[in-house]
């Protein structure tokens, strides 16, 4: 290698959960895989900035980072940012994510090992799909509206947070998570896009509709399950366990 040859860092393809179906064809995520950057000492670098970890940017600015694909972050789907942070994780310290599980029934803990290559991708409809178009449609089962929804992005999930945390500071007993996150998702009412009515209509929904609507937006959402099964000490099986997005995801022990 010369003195002038620069080192390449080598990146590895990812597929996401979406297929890059939900993208406009324009977008490089249309074509469903990514490139990320192996990490290196630039990225532990980001890992331990006390500023980013401070103001709760750590994570995306090490995603941002390990991503080598040139993309629009705010653009990634919630469960594509998911792929790409298991993936990152596999990446810089291997598939292996041990921590501590409590069983209720006893108290007991132990440590559980989980392989996080072994995890799976939602099974979706690709038939519900408007290939290139982030919108769905779904009747309302009580009032019979049909609402038009989109699949949040990672700037969707900024605004949902910003707009929980604006009302926190009015009051501390406002809470609205549910009207938020629906005002966030649906793009129109009957047709209908004004952004009031869509507002207004969230908070006066009837319960059921509420309920089988997030349902519905739960089962189109593609996204890697973060779930597993695991036999316990005292041999009891423990199926669907979500995984702990503990300290130690990307700040493990590793004795050094």
Do not use: C
């Not at 996401?16 to 990490?39: A, D, R, T």
């Not at 000492?41 to 390990?66: P, S």
């Not at 072994?118 to 982030?134: H, P």
């Not at 945390?165 to 793009?187: A, C, E, F, P, Y």
């Amino acid at each position: 290698m010369s003195e002038n040859q620069v080192f390449k860092t080598p990146t590895q393809p990812l597929d996401l959960p979406s297929k890059g179906k939900l993208y406009s064809k324009e977008s490089p995520l249309s074509s469903g895989v990514i490139e990320l950057n192996l990490p290196t000492a630039y990225h532990e670098d980001i890992l331990t900035n006390r500023n980013y970890i401070q103001q709760g940017l750590v994570i995306d600015k090490f995603l941002q980072a390990i991503i080598a694909t040139k993309i629009d972050y705010n653009e990634l789907l919630v469960g594509d940012k998911n792929a790409i942070m298991v993936g990152a994780r596999i990446l810089a310290y291997g598939s292996n994510y041990t921590f501590k599980y409590t069983d209720p029934s006893t108290r007991e803990s132990e440590e559980i090992t989980v392989d996080l290559s072994q995890l799976k991708e939602k099974e979706i409809d690709w038939t519900q799909v408007k290939e290139g178009i982030n919108e769905f449609d779904f009747t309302l089962p009580m009032s019979k509206v049909t609402v038009t929804f989109k699949i949040l992005s990672h700037k969707d999930e900024n605004n949902i947070e910003a707009e929980l945390k604006g009302m926190q500071k009015i009051s501390k007993n406002m809470s609205g998570d549910i009207t938020v996150r629906l005002g966030n998702s649906i793009v129109a009412i009957n047709g209908n896009r004004d952004q009031k009515s869509i507002r207004d209509f969230s908070k006066s929904m009837p319960m059921q509709d509420s309920q089988a609507l997030r349902k519905y937006i739960t089962s189109v959402t593609p996204d890697i399950l973060m779930k597993f099964n695991f036999t316990t000490k005292s041999g009891e099986v423990v199926e669907g366990l979500s995984l702990p997005m503990t300290v130690d995801f990307f700040w493990p022990d590793l004795g050094v």
